[in-house]
């Protein structure tokens, strides 16, 4: 902050409060307050406080004194999330007409991504009175509250299909891949149609829940999102699914690439293998790679000296299996195996002294089966044992012969495609069947680590919708600030070079000479220190706006902007963002 003395020819010179910032690579000025009307003693002296050498005259004031910080908003965050957002020009797919309804969507996308949180406490975060950051004041949601946002919800719901309409077109390609699969998040509360007991993957088997599907292009940059019942299968996702990408987004080739619990063989025969223009890439369940063994299509010996071979049985006709052998993998089966036997039979050894105590022992046939069954349940290998029951109590052992056949297939895997050779070589098959773990990715984001999707407490259907909405779009974003915040985070920004490391597709994913050298030192190549994408953004929110009050001198208020460290410039340099978004 400077004062410039302005010419103005015959009348005299305008005496401006002036800030200089950068945008960009482009340095620009903006005036604060006209002195022009101050003695010139008095501009004399703030132009002394500027330089750091002033203090009254008399006074024993020094010059920290001089000033009152009225008020910080924390803000280097939000002009980092909003700016990435209208980069991507996200603003424009959900409507391209500004209103208030807008605003306030882009604003729960912002606030997801910043400090998940309820709709009441993100209404609260926007509040002239309560806020957390200058979000409210960037966006004009100073006086929104919680009535507000859920209006804004109802609104973007209805306008959930044009943008994904829009995101698919942007994203996807004719004959490209669509990666699709599901996951599930607990409910509180039971007055949601949507919400039913079913397999919970969130360990929470008393609580009702729903089931929701990601589709993400074959980078892993969602696309589009659909909510289910709680009790819904996974494979019973898949057929609208389908019909999504073929008759909604207009694309006539694709290749679906799902788990084998979602492409199974009913959905083959019946969704998949009857439309033309439709591919898809899965995986065979272990039964069925043990029957290829038994028919002898499988020849494990083929794998003593490969890891990858392409076979065909009449079991499949016009279909191609790719088999696969990680002894990496197979090792870790073992390892697991042993673990999970081991901690079975010290279960059930308890059971069997319960049966044998003195006091109150557990007799009767049914009841210790119905007890060895939860043993059996929770560490899933009751298939390995041998059991006896008796009223009095009960035997078991190991199933070496069952272990052993098991054994023998540790480390294999068969991936089935319907996909040509000619169009897809049996490497690329492989690779894009493990492209699977980039949408896992994004569950893990979206439930745990990043954005929080659970636990849901809307009750309305369209707002369980809405909320899901608003995580997949928050996401979006996220992944494509990740993009081009990877120099800087612990996320691989070389991936091409750890894949030229792989001595074959099978072996594990190789991460490039950059990336572990950043985790290694936990410092990059300019010796700043590596973040997280949320420590990044915690550090990111250090840039605040003060507002300003001179004490000793007569002056108006103004609001000053912290300048970025070293590494927050080169964070806000990456995103092509300047730490000054959103401040007038």
């Known amino acids: 902050m400077y004062i410039a003395t302005i010419p103005n020819r015959g ?15 482009k340095v620009k000025t903006r005036t604060v307050a006209n002195l022009t009307h101050w003695p010139a003693d008095k501009i004399a002296a703030l132009r002394a406080v500027l330089a750091g050498k002033w203090s009254p005259p008399g006074t024993d004031v020094r010059l920290e004194d001089a000033f009152d910080i009225i008020r910080s908003r924390p803000h280097g965050h939000v002009a980092a999330v909003l700016a990435s957002l209208r980069r991507l020009e996200l603003h424009e797919l959900i409507d391209r007409r500004g209103s208030a309804e807008r605003n ?3 604003g729960m996308i912002v606030a997801r991504i910043l400090d998940p949180q309820s709709k009441l406490a993100t209404a609260r975060g926007f509040s002239a009175e309560t806020l957390d950051s200058s979000l409210g004041l960037v966006l004009g949601l100073e006086h929104t509250d919680e009535d507000d946002l859920y209006a804004a919800m109802d609104w973007l ?3 959930q299909a044009r943008i994904e309409a829009r995101l698919a077109k942007r994203h996807l390609t004719d004959g ?3 990666l699709y ?13 949507l919400a039913k007991l079913g397999h919970s993957r969130d360990g929470k088997r008393d609580k009702l829940q729903i089931v929701f599907g990601l589709l993400t292009n074959a980078d892993g940059c969602p696309v589009a999102v659909e909510v289910f019942e709680g009790n819904v299968g996974d494979p019973k996702t898949l057929a609208s699914q389908v019909r999504k990408v073929r008759d909604r987004f207009g694309i006539e080739r694709v290749v679906v690439v799902a788990d084998r619990g979602m492409i199974t063989e009913a959905r083959i025969r019946e969704d998949l293998a009857t439309q033309d223009g439709l591919e898809w890439i899965t995986a065979l369940r272990a039964p069925a790679i043990r029957r290829l063994v038994q028919s002898g299509a499988l020849q494990l010996s083929l794998f003593d000296r490969k ?4 076979i065909t049985t009449p079991e499949y006709p016009g279909e191609r299996l790719i088999v696969c052998k990680n002894p990496l993998l197979a090792e870790e089966r073992r390892r697991k195996r042993a673990e999970l036997l081991a901690a079975t039979e010290t279960a059930l050894a308890k059971v069997a002294q319960r049966t044998g105590r003195a006091k109150r022992p557990l007799q009767g046939r049914e009841k210790i089966a119905l007890t060895v069954g939860k043993v059996l349940g929770r560490f899933k290998v009751g298939k390995h044992f041998r059991l006896e029951f008796r009223d009095d109590g009960f035997r078991y052992a190991r199933d070496e012969t069952k272990i052993a056949e098991e054994a023998t297939l540790d480390g294999f895997y068969v991936i089935r495609t319907s996909v040509a050779a000619g169009r897809l070589p049996a490497a690329d098959v492989v690779r894009n069947y493990k492209s699977l773990s980039r949408i896992e990715r994004a569950f893990r984001s979206l439930k745990t680590v990043d954005l929080k999707i659970r636990p849901i407490h809307h009750r309305k259907e369209d707002r369980v919708r809405a909320h899901v909405f608003l995580c997949m779009l928050a996401y979006y974003v996220e992944w494509h600030m990740r993009q081009r915040l990877a120099p800087m985070l612990f996320d691989d920004d070389e991936p091409e070079a750890g894949e030229s490391l792989r001595k074959s597709v099978v072996a594990p994913a190789q991460r490039s000479p950059a990336a572990q050298d950043k985790a290694r030192r936990k410092r990059t190549p300019e010796d700043l220190p590596v973040h997280s994408f949320q420590s990044l953004l915690g550090d990111l ?3 605040v706006i003060n507002r300003v009050r ?11 902007v912290t300048d970025p460290t070293p590494l927050q410039a080169k964070a806000l340099k990456l995103l092509g963002v300047s730490h000054r978004y959103g401040v007038t």
Request: overall charge negative; glycine content about 8%.
């Open 176 to 178: 490209g891949l669509v």
């Open 307 to 310: 890891d990858l071979a392409e």
């Open 550 to 560: 001179p004490r000793v001198i007569a002056g108006p208020e103004f609001d000053k």
């Open 541 to 543: 929110a250090t840039i």
């Open 181 to 193: 699969d599901v996951s599930s998040t607990y409910f509180e509360g039971r007055h949601c149609p």
């Open 157 to 159: 719901v209805e306008r």
């Open 104 to 106: 306030r969507v882009e």
């Open 11 to 25: 009348s005299p010179p305008a005496v401006l409060l002036r800030e200089s910032y950068r945008e960009g690579p």
